[in-house]
């Protein structure tokens, strides 16, 4: 699988909302896992080389495990929350009750493990979400640039000579490139 964004199936994740993957889920076309791997691979491809965003921070190294457990329920449409297999991405100031650090993109903090969920992030899991990454930002929500010491400087998904500018650039390259479906940038 290469990160152009096609998925099992051939389902195309580029552009895709929550009601395109929703349908698609439904008819077989695709699988939790896939859509979650075919994400993975485009920060890979993108992200992490390539044009190199410096968008995301981690990943959630049980988001493969989050999808197959949702595609192993094998719930009818009716019993799914709206966020149902949806992977989202969030902004490294948000706590996450998993194997993801949160940073605040801040290099003493790599490593920091909390133990409970934001409660965004709760209600988000709640809803069928899979917390796929947390996003670059400016350092502690500090500053306008979208540059951290643990994430490097953010560069923007359509022009990367171009400042995408913010504490939240992480979340929105991130989704502008395609590595998720949802973006969340909170500065608390």
Not at 40 to 50: A, F, H, P, V
Not at 131 to 156: F, P, V
Request: glycine share 14%; proline share 4%.
């Amino acid at each position: 699988m290469s990160g152009d964004g096609q998925a099992g199936g051939g389902f195309d994740v580029m552009e895709a909302t929550i009601a395109d993957i929703h349908d698609a889920l439904e008819r077989g076309e695709i699988t939790c896992r896939e859509l979650v791997k075919t994400y993975i691979m485009r920060i890979s491809t993108y992200d992490k080389s390539g044009p190199a965003f410096n968008s995301i921070i981690s990943i959630n190294p049980d988001a493969l495990r989050l999808a197959e457990e949702l595609d192993g329920k094998k719930l009818p449409r009716s019993q799914w929350g709206a966020l149902h297999g949806i992977p989202v991405i969030i902004k490294d100031l948000m706590h996450t009750a998993d194997r993801m650090p949160t940073t605040g993109g801040n290099l003493t903090l790599n490593g920091m493990v909390t133990p409970d969920d934001a409660t965004i992030v709760e209600r988000m899991r709640d809803a069928g979400a899979i917390i796929l990454a947390k996003s670059n930002l400016d350092e502690m929500a500090r500053g306008i640039n979208g540059a951290s010491g643990l994430g490097g400087q953010t560069r923007n998904a359509y022009d990367t000579s171009v400042n995408p500018s913010g504490s939240s650039a992480g979340s929105g390259v991130s989704i502008a490139a395609n590595f998720g479906v949802v973006g969340i940038g909170t500065d608390t």
